[in-house]
C-alpha cells in the first residue's frame, strides 16, 4: 500500500490582527520573511501575508513590501507558493486597480498563486456584537464580473487560484464557473470557516460535510482555517485531514487565550498530522499536488 499523500499547510503570517491582540504578529517585510522561513522550515508549504490594512479607501496595495518580503523565502524555498492579500474596503473601485499588485506579482513569477475572491459577504461581526467601524458600512464585494476578470487574469499568468470560501455561495459560484473551465488549473479551494468572527459557517464536522457534497465531484482539492478561533484545538483540522482536505494556520486567523507565535501554530498542526500518520508536503510537493508549474 503506498503511503498516504502528504497534506498542505498554509500559514497565514499576519492579516489584519494588530500587534495589541498578539505581540508576535510581524509587520515588516523583514519581519515577514524571517516568520516565512522558520515556518517554511518547520513544514508550511503556502505562505500569505499582508502588507496594507484589509480595509484600504482607494483599494491600491503596492508590491514593493511583498517583493521584499518574499525575496528571501523564495531564494531559500524556490517552490514555496506565496500569495498576496486584496483591500476589503475599497467599495467602488474597480476590480482592475484592486487585484492590480496581485497581477504584478503574477507577472513577476514570485508566488504561483494569486487570490480570488468569488462573491461579497459582510465579515467584521465579531460574537460579542461588535463590528469594526471599517467594516459597517458595507460589505466586502466582488461581483461576478470580478470573479471571472480574477480567474482570467490567473489564466493569463499560469497562477494557481487561492479561491476564498466565506459561505456557500462563493463555493457555488466556483464550482459552477469551473464545470464550464473558467477555473484555470493550480487551484485550491480554501473553506473558511467562521470562529469568533459571526459569518459563513461555524467550524463544525456537519458544516464541512456540507462544503463537502458540493465540492467532491470536482476533484478540486482544498483545505480549511478557521478566522477568529483555532483550527486544530476545534477538532476541524484532524476532521478535515480524514476527509482528505489540507489545512491553513496562522496569526491571521487564531484567536484564542493565548498569543502564540506562527511557528508554533505550524508546530501543532505538523504535531497533528503526525499523530494522523500524516505529514506535511514540501514545496515542490505541494505544487504537485495543485498542478501548479515549478519554477523555472
Known sequence: MPPPAPVVLEVAVNGATPRSVNPHVPLTPAE???????????G???????????????????????????APVLAA????????????????????RRWAHVEELARRGTGGLSLVDPGSVNVGLTSDGVVPDAAAPGPYANSYAD?????????????????????????????????????????????????????GLPPTATALEAYL???????????????????????????????????????????????????????GAVALLADLGRRPATPAEARAVLGVPRRG
Do not use: Q
Open 32 to 42: 515577514v520573511a524571517d516568520t516565512m522561513l522558520a515556518c517554511v522550515a518547520r
Open 44 to 70: 508550511a508549504s503556502i505562505v500569505h501575508d499582508h502588507h496594507e490594512a484589509m480595509f484600504v479607501a482607494d483599494g491600491v496595495h503596492p508590491v514593493e513590501p511583498y517583493l521584499e518580503a518574499w
Open 77 to 96: 524555498y524556490p517552490d514555496v507558493l506565496a500569495y498576496p492579500t486584496m483591500a476589503a474596503g475599497a467599495r467602488g473601485i474597480p476590480i482592475e
Open 147 to 199: 470573479t471571472e476578470h480574477m480567474f482570467a487574469r490567473c489564466a493569463v499568468h499560469g497562477t494557481g487560484p487561492s479561491i476564498s470560501i466565506f459561505d456557500p455561495s462563493f463555493l457555488r459560484t466556483a464550482l459552477t464557473l469551473h464545470r464550464h473551465g473558467r477555473v484555470p488549473p493550480g487551484a485550491i479551494v480554501k473553506l473558511y470557516f467562521g470562529g469568533e468572527l459571526e459569518f
Open 213 to 267: 457534497e458540493m465540492l467532491e465531484p470536482s476533484g478540486l482539492p482544498w483545505s480549511v482555517a478557521v478566522l477568529g478561533g483555532d483550527v486544530v484545538a476545534c477538532g476541524l483540522a484532524e476532521t478535515a485531514v480524514r476527509r482528505g482536505g489540507h489545512l491553513r494556520v496562522g496569526l491571521e486567523d487564531f484567536a484564542g487565550p493565548s498569543t502564540p507565535t506562527n511557528t508554533e501554530l505550524v508546530e
